[in-house]
């Protein structure tokens, strides 16, 4: 497992983990997470799913566990942006 951290295009600083398989099957799958639910709750998943040739990244949306800022003032977050921003910038 990799940390991985990607700036948005808004520059938004997003964490994210990159899960790589010892023997790749050459696909890649984008773990989004439920609404407020950290990407720690599916490392096991991504764990096996690794361990079964696939890569995987799992990653918080911007305002949430390890991609929340330390000073939340005037931070805006939303889900349209999670999916107009987040998503892009990791994809």
């Known amino acids: 497992m990799e940390k991985l951290l990607i700036t948005t295009q808004d520059q ?8 790589l398989p010892v023997h790749s099957n050459r696909k890649l799958l984008v773990i989004n997470s439920a609404t407020g639910v950290k990407q720690q709750v599916y490392f096991s998943f991504a764990r096996y799913l690794a361990e079964n040739g696939f890569t995987v990244i799992a990653y918080d949306y911007r305002g949430i566990g390890l991609s929340k800022p330390r000073n939340i003032k005037n931070f805006k977050a939303s889900m349209r942006i999670w999916g107009s921003e987040d998503f892009k910038a990791i994809t």
């Open 12 to 19: 938004a600083i997003i964490t994210a983990h990159l899960f």
